[in-house]
């Protein structure tokens, strides 16, 4: 069986916490700052969480969802759409997709959905409340990239195929029926083709080139595609959402590799929010930075000041784990865990202003993975 596994630092989690996971607790910043509610998902060494935190009343509420959901922590993928969070699993040769209502707490559970088949190798897998997008290699062992979808209530399978000997494919994005698989074809030139999962049809083939595309949906519902030449160069391609036609384009100094696939980062009020890789050797990966499409401005926080503040104040070492951002507040969400020679323990989430101030430090009993977006 082949997935594309998830990129995270939870290799580093193998130590049960001692501490209670019936509270988190919060370290409070400045009081005239505002602060933001939130939702995140994590995990300890051996179960899944949610956390919700309420901004009103200064507190969280933590969910156990390996008890109520029976979520595993060695779920391929996580995946969000419209405030509903979507688990794959592999087990025993059969994917099971559990989908849980962030707001409800309703769970949808497709057991068996889909089980490994040798004729087909499976790369990755997104879906909708009732549908499931796998992107396959048929014959397995070959390169010929295709999609089958699976009704997820009467186990029906529709297949379609883009492209054969392609090079490789990443991570796909979906939005209003439309499935946007991106990949490398043989010649190495970068694609998107545009799947209207409706009609199980490619309705439209985007190419780059040499220039691999990241793409996102901004804040109007518009596609966002940001391309560069080894992180020169970079074009900003905006497309509507319902005819794909292009709507704006030009070339921005944001000087940043972004990878093929989803955009890692938010696109709001024409500005991006997104994690901005620190060069090696440096004391941390990444940290929040904003670009602004409009002033051609790009502002980054200085991370290393507010890790080398949180380390003084708590006596230990943080590693930055996650980042998100919260429209509502216009501040950046940082998840870390408390570092040791080796492993992580606990965690934290940051607040942090876009001008760079820490605003508020919350505890969590566990590691801080991804922040639920709720578009």
């Known amino acids: 069986m082949k997935w594309i596994s998830r990129a995270t ?16 607790n919060d370290k409070n910043g400045p009081q005239n700052e505002r602060i933001a509610n939130f939702t995140v998902i994590g995990e300890d060494a051996e179960n899944v969480y949610e956390y919700v935190f309420n901004a009103n009343q200064g507190n969280g509420s933590l969910t156990d969802l390996s008890q ?41 559970v497709s057991e068996n ?23 396959t290699y048929t014959p397995d062992g070959s390169r010929n990239l295709g999609v089958r979808t699976i009704d997820l209530d009467t186990g029906g399978t529709q297949d379609i195929f883009l492209e ?55 804040d109007a519902g518009d596609v966002i ?30 000087n940043q590799i972004f990878s093929a696939g989803p955009l890692e980062g938010r696109v709001v009020d024409d500005k991006l929010y997104y994690s901005n890789a620190y060069s090696q050797p440096s004391p941390i990966i990444f ?6 499409f409009d002033t051609d401005i790009k502002t980054v926080v200085d991370m290393i000041r507010i890790v080398d503040q949180i380390e003084m104040e708590i006596g230990e070492r943080i590693t930055l784990i996650s980042q998100g951002y919260d429209p ?15 492993n992580l323990r606990d965690g934290g989430v940051l607040m942090i202003s876009t001008d760079g101030e820490l605003v508020k430090r919350i505890e969590v009993p566990f590691i801080p993975t991804y922040f639920v977006k709720m578009d």
């Not at 580093?12 to 509270?23: E, H």
């Not at 940290?287 to 602004?292: Q, S, T, V």
């Open 113 to 135: 959905f889909y089980s490994d088949v040798p004729e087909r190798a499976i790369l990755w897998g997104t879906n909708t409340t009732d549908k499931a997008f796998i992107g």
């Open 287 to 292: 940290g929040p930075a904003l670009f602004d």
């Open 328 to 342: 509502a507040t216009d501040l950046f969400l940082i998840g870390y865990g408390i570092s040791n020679t080796t």
């Open 164 to 218: 054969n000997d392609i090079q490789t494919t990443f991570q796909p994005l979906y939005k209003d029926e439309k499935l946007f698989v991106i990949y490398q074809n043989g010649l190495g030139n970068f694609e998107i083709s545009v799947i209207d999962t409706g009609t199980n049809s490619v309705i439209k083939q985007l190419s780059y080139q040499n220039r691999a595309p990241s793409l996102g949906i901004d």
């Open 68 to 108: 109520e959901a029976d979520i595993a922590r060695g779920y391929l993928t996580l995946r969000e759409l419209n405030g509903v969070l979507s688990f794959f699993n592999f087990s025993n040769g059969n994917f099971t997709l559990t989908q849980r209502n962030v707001i409800t707490g309703a769970v949808k």
């Open 9 to 24: 630092l939870l290799f580093y989690i193998l130590l049960s916490s001692a501490c209670s996971k019936d509270n988190a």
């Open 225 to 254: 595609v940001l391309t560069s030449d080894n992180g020169n160069d970079t074009q900003y391609d905006m497309y509507d959402i319902n005819t794909l036609e292009i709507k704006e384009q030009k070339n921005i100094s944001l």
